[in-house]
Structures are given as structure tokens and as C-alpha cells.
């Protein structure tokens, strides 16, 4: 591991200062924590088919991994990517009854901050995290392939097995735009207005795997 000499020449006065201070801060900035899990369904309503009104993301496997820099003691600059190989169905109108139509591969990458909320020294690290990002969707058969802007917010807990080693938990809402339909808004006084709304695919997902610091 290369250390630059204005870092070394922090570092001993900092060893000057408080030893027992720079074997809690630690040299380590990096982190890289691969992981596999579980993605929720999420669907959007349809407004421009007769028989279809609504289309779903299926739930399926996810796996991929979070990459993470030290900037504070608790904070770190956080790149998540994240892969559901899953499908997209739609449903009869009619009958309620939903029908796979097509196989999709959606990666998502998010970018943005994750605050843990106990000291470097302590092994067992709850954390509060979030970032903005895109999801791009891989579709199957002649279904055009699609970029849309998504985020996530969530948290979890990591725990250190050693300096170098961990093991990391981790929950998140993770809604991806879907498409504008026609809709009312009201606001807190009770006037209400037809507009356009947003429409999400508001899936969950909730992973598990280790963490490599260096």
C-alpha cells in the first residue's frame, strides 16, 4: 500500500499526538462490498392500451456491489451498482390477472452519501445511506432497450471481522421513473388541479456480503 509523504507527514504527527487516535482513524479509505440479494416487485399504471392498465417488474435475485470512499470518521462518498435479471409483465384489465410479455437485465447505479452512526473504533456500524443515479433496462425480443433516472434511500449495518475484512447488510428503497400519466394533485388547503404525475416503479431491495477495506 502507497502512502504519499504529505499523507506520512500528517500521519506521525497525528502518531505524535494520540496514538491511540490513528489506530481507531485507520490509513484504510476504500471499500468494496459485492453482494447478492433480493428485488421486489414494483409496477406503473398504463393509460394508452384498452386492455392493458397496469405494467409490474417482477421480484427476482439481485446481485452486484457498493464502492466506497472515507471522506470523515462517519462519512463516505458511496457508487452502487446493482443488476436484477428479472422480467416485466402486464395486466388484463378485464380479469386483474398479470402476463410475463418480456425478460429484462435492469442495472442500476446510484451515486451518494453513506453516514454511519458509530466511531471508526467500534466493529459494528449502523449506517443511513441514499444516492441519485440511473437504471437501464436490457430488454429481450424486439422490446426497445431503456435509461431512466432513479434513487435510493436506506441503510443498514456493517460489521468488521478484522481491519481489512467485513461483513455488510444492506435495505433500500430503490424507485425508478416510469412514465406520466394523467392525474389530480391537491394541495394542503384542498384546492385540486388535473395535471400530469410521475409514475415510479417502487421496488425494495435488500442485499447481503462482504466488505474489503484497503
Not at 409483465?89 to 442500476?108: H, L, M, P, W
Request: with cysteine; aromatic share 14%.
Amino acid at each position: 500500500m502507497r502512502i504519499s509523504v504529505p499523507l506520512l507527514c500528517v500521519g506521525l504527527i497525528c502518531l505524535a499526538a494520540s496514538a491511540p487516535a490513528k489506530a481507531q482513524y485507520g490509513w484504510e479509505k476504500w471499500e468494496v462490498a459485492p453482494f447478492v440479494g433480493f428485488e421486489t416487485s414494483g409496477s406503473v399504471p398504463v393509460t394508452n392500451s384498452l386492455t392493458v392498465d397496469r405494467l409490474r417488474v417482477n421480484s427476482g435475485t439481485s446481485f452486484g456491489t457498493f464502492l466506497d470512499y472515507k471522506l470523515t470518521e462517519n462519512t463516505q462518498a458511496e457508487l452502487m451498482w446493482n443488476r436484477n435479471t428479472t422480467s416485466f409483465s402486464e395486466r388484463n384489465a378485464a380479469t386483474g390477472i398479470y402476463s410475463k410479455v418480456f425478460n429484462s437485465d435492469i442495472d442500476q447505479f446510484h451515486f451518494g452519501l453513506l453516514y454511519m452512526l458509530r466511531n471508526d473504533e467500534k466493529k459494528l456500524r449502523p449506517f443511513i445511506a441514499g444516492g441519485l443515479g440511473f437504471t437501464h433496462n436490457s430488454n429481450s425480443g424486439n422490446n426497445s432497450d431503456r435509461t431512466a433516472f432513479s434513487y435510493g434511500l436506506g441503510g443498514g449495518v456493517k460489521y468488521y471481522l478484522s481491519r481489512h475484512v467485513g461483513l455488510r447488510g444492506d435495505a433500500r428503497f430503490v424507485p425508478t421513473y416510469g412514465n406520466r400519466t394523467p392525474g389530480i394533485i391537491c394541495d394542503p388547503f384542498g384546492f385540486c388541479a388535473q395535471t400530469r404525475v410521475s409514475n415510479y416503479f417502487k421496488q425494495g431491495n435488500f442485499t447481503g456480503g462482504l466488505i474489503f477495506r484497503f
